[in-house]
């Protein structure tokens, strides 16, 4: 199946600071991205989905600019996690769809830990 | 609204048993329908896609099935291996909709 890859795999950053994830589709292309946040023993919260070349689209309670999506290229979409709070810390997963299938494809995920 | 519910939540079984992990949805407009294994700490790795035209997919010792109608996925493991231990995410791509709706998942304990 297809790849998609996130970088860093775990972060630690201090409160107040700003952290770039990356997700990436190693060996596919992505017109549609989407972003995840996992809470403990929780399933998995749509936070927005990133269209290449336009704006991302976010869910309802999400804040847009605090959490910057880019979606520069079919491979490559970046979440920016602004001014972090210790209430950010959270598990953040990437996923990329195949336009074909709409098949949905996941990152090994980011362990975002604020201090 | 969709709502997709797993039963059970948790379940443990000796090795070499059967795994059978249900998934029931509300509404029946689906576009397709897939089952997840996610490993605690890591991502989702996609298993099984059955879109809504289909009754079933195969993969080696995984089988799903799809009854649209009733609004029910059945995903089977056969003989099961405690490297099967993990937790098992059913989720439908409904009509007209971007959104994937999750279930809160079986978590699944082969033991050796």
């Known amino acids: 199946g297809a790849v998609v890859s996130q970088h860093p795999s775990r972060v630690i950053c201090k409160s107040g600071t700003s952290v770039k994830i990356e997700c990436r589709s190693l060996?596919?292309?992505?017109?549609?991205m989407f972003w995840y946040r996992q809470f403990p023993k929780q399933s998995l919260m749509l936070m927005a989905t990133?269209?290449?070349?336009?704006?991302?689209?976010?869910e309802q309670g999400v804040e847009k600019d605090k959490f910057l999506i880019n979606h520069a290229s079919l491979t490559l979409s970046t979440l920016t996690v602004t001014s972090a709070h210790p209430e950010d810390s959270s598990f953040y997963i990437c996923?990329?769809?195949?336009?074909?299938?709409?098949?949905?494809?996941f990152g090994p995920g980011t362990r975002l830990t604020v201090t | 609204k969709q709502e997709v519910t797993q039963i059970p939540a948790a379940l443990s079984v000796p090795e070499g048993e059967n795994l059978v992990l249900n998934c029931s949805f509300t509404?029946?407009?689906?576009?397709?329908l897939q089952w997840f294994r996610q490993d605690p700490g890591k991502g989702l790795t996609s298993l099984l896609l059955?879109?809504?035209?289909?009754r079933e997919q195969t993969s080696g010792r995984l089988n799903a099935s799809l009854d649209k109608s009733s609004g029910r996925s059945t995903l089977y493991i056969a003989a099961s291996q405690p490297g099967d231990s993990a937790t098992y995410l059913c989720?439908?791509?409904?009509?007209?909709?971007?959104?994937?709706?999750f279930g809160k998942g079986n978590q699944v304990v082969v033991i050796p």
């Open positions: 059955i879109q809504s035209s289909q």
């Open positions: 990133s269209n290449e070349g336009s704006k991302a689209t976010y």
């Open positions: 509404d029946s407009a689906i576009y397709n």
């Open positions: 989720a439908v791509r409904p009509y007209g909709n971007n959104r994937l709706a």
């Open positions: 060996d596919f292309q992505a017109t549609t």
């Open positions: 996923s990329a769809r195949v336009g074909a299938t709409y098949e949905q494809y």
